[in-house]
């Protein structure tokens, strides 16, 4: 049974929930790496990157999950009468799977950790917030390729 077809109500919505999860889990890297950057005074600074640290947990990372788990059921609803127009075993659903997972263990397993280790003083901790923020900015990028591009549909 059929439960959504694609680019109909149930698809559409799904659809429009991933987007806004995906944008809810990658917008804040930019944006926290600019205010990080920007902030001049040291006593001020520390706080609000463990602020950063602390929202990434909570909020961005929980986004960054939930936007693959839903991108995960969006092939299986991508079908027109019997067919399925998008699979797992496409190229740049694959591909954009794997992304999906090199961008969750960036955030979690380096930005965070290094935001964190940041807002108590841990001055080494800048270059790996400045490295995680640099591989998850092209990752985002190369995901947001595949799922625009679509190569090889």
């Known amino acids: 049974m059929i439960i ?3 680019r109909d109500t149930p ?3 799904v659809l429009l929930l ?4 995906a944008i809810m889990g990658i917008a804040p890297v930019f944006v926290n790496t600019l205010l990080a950057e920007q902030m ?3 006593r001020a600074r520390a706080p609000m990157i463990g602020f950063m640290a602390r929202n990434n947990m909570r909020i961005y990372g929980t986004g960054l999950i939930v936007a693959g788990l839903i991108g995960l059921g969006l092939p299986s609803m991508s079908k027109t009468g019997d067919e399925a127009l998008y699979a797992m075993s496409d190229s740049w659903v694959a591909i954009g799977f794997v992304v999906w997972i090199l961008m969750v263990g960036v955030m979690h397993g380096l930005i965070v950790p290094a935001e964190k280790a940041v807002s108590v003083g841990d001055d080494t ?3 790996k917030l400045t490295v995680g923020s640099g591989v998850f900015t092209l990752l985002a990028v190369v995901e947001l390729i595949l799922m625009v591009v679509k190569p090889g549909a």
């Open 4 to 6: 959504a077809a694609w």
């Open 11 to 13: 698809y559409n919505i």
């Open 18 to 21: 991933h987007i806004l999860t």
């Open 40 to 42: 001049t005074d040291h």
């Open 125 to 127: 901790a800048e270059k």
